[in-house]
Nanobody, 127 residues
Framework: QGRLVETGGGLVQAGGSLRLSCTAS?????MAWFRQAPGKEREFLAG????????SYKDSVKGRFTISRDKPGNTVYLQMDSLKSEDTSVYYC???????????????????????WGRGTQVTVSS
């Protein structure tokens, strides 16, 4: 329960694109993408509410990154365009149970609120 499987990381040149995917073994989850570079705190990038109707982005990735979900809702994608060298990091998928109506429309930005984490996938952008 709560297992997350990430795919899609790799090496790309600056200006290029990558798409990350994360599939959860459960449903009714708020899901998000974070990243963490060596020596830095884990930072929120993009999130989707449990019902998939709301999204939120870190300011520095708005217009470049897009979060989306498949129809069943247990797979979330992060389309990353116009990648920069500073986007190099380990990217993590996170999920939080969101069955309650009171939280179904909330995008959670605080990593401490998430229940499940993927193992992380390396994204390296060469300049």
């Amino acid at each position: 329960q709560g297992r997350l499987v990430e795919t899609g990381g790799g090496l790309v040149q600056a200006g290029g694109s990558l798409r990350l995917s994360c599939t959860a073994s459960d449903s009714d989850l708020a899901m998000a993408w974070f990243r963490q570079a060596p020596g830095k705190e884990r930072e929120f990038l993009a999130g989707s509410s449990g019902n998939g109707r709301s999204t939120s982005y870190k300011d520095s990735v708005k217009g470049r990154f897009t979060i989306s979900r498949d129809k069943p809702g247990n797979t979330v994608y992060l389309q990353m365009d116009s990648l920069k060298s500073e986007d190099t990091s380990v990217y993590y998928c996170a999920a939080k149970e969101a069955r309650s109506r009171s939280v179904q429309d909330i995008v959670f930005r605080n990593p401490k609120l998430y229940d499940y984490w993927g193992r992380g996938t390396q994204v390296t952008v060469s300049s």
